[in-house]
């Protein structure tokens, strides 16, 4: 059984940050490529960044550049998400999630192609 669980989130202000973990069992974790998106109420849910399976590459969604910072432990199974200058339109679910490398290389940003997710962590950022 495939489990990724994430851990970290809670309530910040505006300017502060947080801490975001996924801790993944259930599959070889150095064969996969792990990203996390977020959903916010009324929304879709939307890509905010991603990491190979390596830990040698990364991608993130524009509206977090420079803000945020994915990293993964492989040693642990674990994929973080650290979140700096929070803004309150940072205020979502934070879902952590896992795929196969794409056979092209590169990174897959389209949610329905991640094979597995967790279940979500709350941010709520307030002005």
């Known amino acids: 059984q495939v489990l990724l669980v994430e851990s970290g989130g809670g309530l910040a202000q505006a300017g502060g940050s947080l801490r975001l973990s996924c801790a993944v069992s259930?599959?070889?974790?150095?064969?996969?490529?792990m990203a996390w998106f977020r959903q916010a109420p009324g929304k879709e849910r939307e890509f905010v960044a991603a990491?190979?399976?390596?830990?040698?590459?990364?991608y993130y969604a524009d509206s977090v550049k420079g803000r945020f910072s994915i990293s993964r432990d492989n040693a642990k199974n674990t994929v973080y998400l650290q979140m700096n200058s929070l803004k309150p339109e940072d205020t979502a679910v934070y879902h952590c999630?896992?795929?196969?490398?794409?056979?092209?290389?590169?990174?897959?940003?389209?949610?329905?192609?991640?094979?597995?997710w967790g279940q979500g962590t709350q941010v709520t950022v307030s002005s």
């Open positions: 999630a896992a795929d196969r490398p794409p056979p092209g290389g590169g990174f897959t940003t389209t949610r329905w192609q991640y094979d597995y």
């Open positions: 259930g599959l070889t974790f150095n064969t996969y490529d």
């Open positions: 990491i190979k399976w390596s830990g040698g590459s990364t």
